[in-house]
């Protein structure tokens, strides 16, 4: 989770729900082990979550959690890989050189699939004439000869008479 989001009276380390030997870390954590080893940003690789998009950046940016498999076990998950290049900066005068990490999304070829079915499928609709509904009067309904109801033939009307008479002869 991202640290904007997380619940900040959440501190420490604790038990999985997952159980076992994995633990959960909040911000505090992270925070605390970059300021202590000199760093900015901690990368690690995780079983992603159903439909993510591969990457997720977490503990107010100091934490990204990357997984390359996409569609992994027909999750239908984006993968993502990382690149990573150096920038040259200036600092109060002075040239420094910084790492700027750029996560790349590797689509998920059935989300992809699916998104396509999804758009053939609202452009066919939209392609099919839209036929109009007859407009309902105060007359009654009557079952024709197929035994279909029809609209507007109630007993005394014109349609219902030549009706009858058609279906005499």
Same mark, same amino acid.
């Given at each position: 989770?991202?640290?904007?989001?997380?619940?900040?009276?959440?501190?420490?380390? /604790? &038990?999985?729900?997952?159980?076992?030997?994995?633990? *959960?870390?909040a911000w505090n954590i992270t925070k605390t082990f970059c300021a202590r080893n000199g760093l900015s940003l901690i990368v690690r690789s995780h079983q992603s979550k159903r439909g993510s998009r591969g990457f997720d950046v977490m503990h107010e940016n100091s934490l990204v959690r990357v997984?390359?498999? !996409?569609?992994?076990?027909? /999750?239908?998950?984006?993968? @993502? +890989?990382?690149?990573?290049? =150096? &920038?040259? +900066?200036?600092?109060?005068?002075? &040239? #420094?050189?910084?790492?700027?990490? !750029?996560? *790349?999304?590797?689509?998920?070829?059935? $989300?992809?699939?699916?998104?396509?079915? #999804? !758009?053939?499928? =609202?452009?066919?609709?939209?392609? =099919?004439?839209? $036929?109009?509904?007859?407009? $309902?009067?105060?007359?009654?309904?009557?079952?024709? !000869? #197929?035994?279909?109801? $029809? @609209?507007?033939?109630?007993?005394?009307?014109?349609?219902?008479?030549?009706?009858? %008479? %058609? @279906?005499?002869?």
């Amino acid at each position: 989770e991202d640290g904007k989001d997380a619940d900040p009276m959440v501190f420490g380390v /604790h &038990e999985s729900p997952r159980g076992g030997v994995a633990a *959960q870390f909040a911000w505090n954590i992270t925070k605390t082990f970059c300021a202590r080893n000199g760093l900015s940003l901690i990368v690690r690789s995780h079983q992603s979550k159903r439909g993510s998009r591969g990457f997720d950046v977490m503990h107010e940016n100091s934490l990204v959690r990357v997984f390359s498999a !996409r569609d992994y076990e027909g /999750h239908g998950n984006d993968g @993502a +890989i990382l690149q990573v290049t =150096e &920038e040259k +900066i200036e600092v109060s005068g002075e &040239e #420094k050189t910084l790492l700027v990490v !750029r996560p *790349q999304v590797v689509r998920s070829t059935q $989300k992809a699939r699916d998104e396509d079915a #999804k !758009r053939q499928l =609202e452009a066919a609709l939209e392609m =099919e004439p839209v $036929k109009p509904q007859p407009k $309902k009067s105060g007359g009654g309904r009557k079952k024709g !000869r #197929k035994g279909t109801l $029809k @609209a507007d033939q109630g007993p005394g009307s014109q349609s219902s008479k030549e009706s009858s %008479s %058609s @279906a005499a002869s």
